[in-house]
Structure formats: structure tokens, C-alpha cells
């Protein structure tokens, strides 16, 4: 199967369709037109009408001033992609990769960018066979686009810098001659237009979203099941209770619980207590703020992956080429810092429902465990989720509230919206490891309930869990179990 890139608006259900189906892509008619028109109203623009055009016949940044001779505006463009090429740190995984290459191309669709219709076919020839440039999560500050990771994106059309095809690790310029592709011959603007965009930015924050999206419903599930495990009240999440405070949010909570709860034991038993503590009693408040931002979020992402991020930005209809901000990264910045929070909260609230599990209330054995002295039993897990807990606290600092001057005061205000990309990822991986851990305290703990039963899906959902991973029943390593518990929550879904 085949998705057309086309100048339609691109959905983030549209890309997890193509990512999960592992669909080719492949231009439209409409996007090829775009594209080739652009080329050649620039190219007439440059013959024609000599005066400086930024980064067409001029240097970049600070150097915006400098005119470049028309014989030198195509190395203009190669030294342009080989300088930019200076990233640092980690690699970048290969989903995010193929976000970017994704939605480098998007971008160039729209016919205002001024590329060469063969530079957008190799980026689709490099996505559709799966050549994965090497990238590094450090160099970008999110102001002129996302230009240190880009340059590393876009090099290897060059036939320069390394990329991973089929998990191995290549030169680019071995690739090229294994596929017999000529290098990119990079023609006026080109190098900038690969370079200027939001790119990496949005590639981060699409994944960290559509894991966020499952992590909402998992932390949902998860809360509920310690909720039984507890012992706890269905008061909270009864539905008069949220049609008084409406928050979209707070209602699907309180909505997903008491589907979790249905056909529960647990639950009907009369209680001895009166009120859970907050962890349990605010889980729709709390996962619902978090379902909220990811409703902003997802707005600004769905407008930043259907819009033009280079510049300068070619308008052939008016006979314009207007050099403006549109790659600065302050709305991607403030939407992956909201979504650093809302995903830490749902793990500050996780850790607290841990903690309540193994403190010995509610007629459970303390550490969810026989002979505890002799078995330290879930103690320490909880703390490996309160280590993880405080680091997310550390990665909410603001990003997009920093800033410094960069390219000789020219570029003196910038997003930090890359650094906001790669932290947020962190914290999302954080939160899986912090739901698993609460879900080995869980199904550890409402095994102490039998012979009630829990919710019918929580039961459905137990089976497979314990299938895989045991009750504990004296002190054992728990490392594994842990990696298990996330690695469950990753791959399990319910039978249709």
C-alpha cells in the first residue's frame, strides 16, 4: 500500500496509520506540480533580477550581508549542509528518523520552499527503503528550525555521513553506490530549505504523543487495578460527581475506572473506610488534567506538521520571496514542556498508589509480602519508581523559558524546543517504567484479595499478566520483573 504526501492536511492518526502499516509514500500529482513550479519561478527569479535574496545569493545568519557570486551558489548550498552537520551526543532512535524523513518531505510538498523535485524523490527513496541517516539528539536550538540535526538528516544525499540500513551501519556514500544514486547536485536555496524546519522537534513530539495517548489509558487501568488491590470506594468516580466539574478529561477518567470496575467483588464488599487517599480519590482530576494538555498539544502538532518551516519562504502566485521566522520553535517548544508535566503527573501519581500498596494498610502484609524481615519483598521497587519520579520532576524545567544568543546576535532569541524534544522522550520512557513498576505492586497485591474477584477486564488482563510473570512469594531478583511489567504494558491488548 501506498500514502500520497499531498498538500491535505496530515493527521496524527494518519501517521500512525502509515508508521504501524509501514506504508510506502510516494508524491501526488498536485505536491509534484507544486514542487516543479517553485524550481522554476525561483530559477527565473535568480536569472532575472540579480539583487541579494537571503540565503539564495547571500551568506546565512550574520553573514546574511554577504553576496555570493551566481558560479558559487551551489557549493553556497553543500557548505552549507556540511558545516550545519555538527551534532553531538546519543544517536537517534530509527523511529524517530523516520518521523523526520516523513515529515521533511510533508514540508517540501507544498511547493514554497524552492527544491528540486529529484531532491524530494531521494528523501522518499531513503524513507521507502528504510536508509536510516545517523542523527544526534544535541546541536539544535530550535530557533532557524532544527539545523544541527537536519544538516545530519540531509548530508548523506550528498553521499556524505552515515546511515543504518537493515541494522547495519553504512558510509553514505557506500549506500549511494549500492542503490546507483548519483550524489544531490544542490541547486540555489536547496541546502537551506533542507536545513530551516521543525523537523526533529516534530518528529519527538509526534512519538511522544501517540505514547503518551496509550499511556493515559495505561495509567487509567493501572490506577484501577490498584484501586482493587486496596480495597478502595467507587464513590469518586461516579458520574453526577463529574457533570458538575466538566473537565473532558476528568469525565473519561472517571468514565474508563467504572468500566474497569464492571463485575467487580472487590468493589461491592462494604468498606471500612470512608475516603481513599488522594492518589486513588483524584484519579480523574489528575490523569484527566493530563488528557486535557494532550488535546492542546495535539492541536499545535497538527498545525506544525502541515505548514511551511524553512526560510526564506517562495510565494510564486505573488512574486514574492519573503524571509521571515516560521522555523522558530517556541509553539513545539511550550507543547513538548506541557507534555513533560502532564506525563510526570501521571507518574508522581503512579508512584503514590505504589507507595500506599506496600505501607501495610488496608489488611495487606507490609512489602506485599510473607515473612517480610526475612523478605524485603516490594520495598525497593518503590524506590527505583520515586528515583525515577524525582528525575521527571528535574526534566519539567521549562525549556521554552530558556534561551541564548547565538550567530553573532543575529539570531538572539531561540526556542530550546530540541532539548524540550529529547527530555520529553525521556520522561515518557520514565513513565512506562514507572507504571509497570505500579503494576507488579498491583497484581501482586489483589492476589491478597482472592477469593474475590476484581473487574471483569482486569481479570481478563491478570491471566495474561501472571502467564507471564509469577506471584512472589519470597524474595527473588527483581530487575527482570520489572522489565517484564513494562514490557507487558507495551504489548498487551485486549482480545476483540
Known amino acids: 500500500m501506498t500514502h500520497f504526501i499531498s498538500t491535505k492536511p ?44 537571503y540565503g539564495i545569493n547571500t551568506g546565512f545568519g550574520s553573514l546574511c550581508d554577504v553576496s555570493i557570486e551566481e558560479k558559487n551558489l551551489s557549493r553556497l548550498q553543500k557548505n552549507l549542509i556540511m558545516s550545519h552537520a555538527c551534532g553531538a ?170 468500566d474497569f470496575l464492571q463485575g467487580s467483588e472487590i468493589i461491592q464488599q462494604k468498606k471500612e473506610h470512608v475516603q481513599d487517599p488522594y492518589s486513588f480519590r483524584c484519579m480523574p482530576q489528575v490523569h484527566g488534567a493530563s488528557k486535557d494538555a494532550l488535546q492542546f498539544i495535539e492541536q499545535t502538532l497538527v498545525t506544525e506538521i502541515n505548514s511551511v518551516t524553512d526560510n526564506p519562504t517562495i510565494f510564486p502566485e505573488s512574486d514574492e520571496i519573503l524571509s521571515g521566522g516560521n522555523f522558530h520553535g517556541q509553539p513545539l517548544a511550550i507543547a513538548l514542556d506541557l507534555l ?21 494498610s488496608r489488611k495487606l502484609p507490609a512489602f506485599l509480602v510473607a515473612h517480610s524481615g526475612l523478605n524485603s519483598g516490594f520495598m525497593i521497587p518503590q524506590y527505583t519508581a520515586a528515583s525515577i519520579v524525582s528525575q521527571n520532576k528535574q526534566y519539567c524545567t521549562p525549556a521554552s523559558a530558556d534561551s541564548i544568543v547565538s550567530s553573532n546576535g543575529q539570531e538572539d532569541h531561540v526556542s530550546m524546543g530540541a532539548n524540550a524534544a529529547v527530555k520529553c522522550a525521556q520522561v515518557v520512557n520514565n513513565v512506562y517504567t514507572i507504571l509497570g513498576i505500579e503494576l507488579l505492586n498491583a497484581m501482586q497485591a489483589l492476589d491478597f484479595r482472592k477469593p474475590l474477584k476484581a473487574g471483569v477486564k482486569i481479570e481478563q488482563m491478570r491471566k495474561s499478566y501472571r502467564d507471564s510473570i509469577a506471584f512472589v512469594d519470597e524474595d527473588r531478583y527483581m530487575y527482570p520483573l520489572i522489565q517484564e511489567s513494562v514490557n507487558f504494558i507495551k504489548n498487551y491488548s485486549f482480545p476483540q
Open 340 to 360: 513533560c508535566i502532564a506525563m510526570a503527573e501521571l507518574g508522581s501519581i503512579s508512584e503514590r498508589r505504589t507507595y500506599q500498596l506496600i505501607s501495610g
Open 10 to 53: 496530515l493527521l496524527i492518526e494518519h501517521i500512525q496509520h502509515i508508521i504501524e502499516k509501514n506504508l510506502k509514500i510516494k508524491l501526488s500529482e498536485d505536491a509534484v506540480n507544486k514542487i516543479i513550479f517553485c524550481r522554476n519561478y525561483l530559477d527565473e527569479k535568480i536569472k532575472n533580477h540579480p539583487e541579494p535574496i
Open 89 to 258: 551526543g546519543k544517536e537517534v532512535s530509527k523511529d524517530i528518523i523516520r518521523l523526520m524523513l516523513l515529515l521533511k518531505i510533508q514540508s517540501l510538498s507544498y511547493g514554497k520552499s524552492g527544491v528540486q523535485l529529484f531532491t524530494v524523490e531521494r528523501l522518499i527513496d531513503f524513507y521507502n527503503h528504510e536508509i536510516y541517516p545517523v542523527v544526534y539528539e544535541q546541536g539544535s536550538l530550535g530557533a532557524s528550525g532544527d539545523l544541527a540535526p537536519l544538516a545530519h538528516l540531509c548530508l548523506p544525499l550528498l553521499g556524505m555521513g552515515e546511515v543504518y540500513y537493515q541494522n547495519k551501519k553504512y558510509t553514505a556514500a557506500e549506500i549511494l553506490k549500492k542503490f546507483n544514486w548519483p550524489p544531490i547536485e544542490l541547486m540555489s536555496k536547496e541546502g537551506l530549505a533542507l536545513l530551516n524546519g521543525t523537523q526533529f522537534m516534530g518528529a519527538y513530539s509526534i512519538w511522544c504523543l501517540l505514547q503518551a495517548k496509550k499511556i493515559t489509558f495505561w495509567a487509567d487501568l493501572i490506577g484501577t487495578v490498584s484501586l482493587e488491590a486496596f480495597d478502595g470506594r467507587i464513590d469518586p468516580f461516579q458520574a453526577k460527581l463529574h457533570e458538575i466539574r466538566p473537565h473532558q478529561g476528568q469525565i473519561k477518567t472517571a468514565q474508563n475506572i467504572l
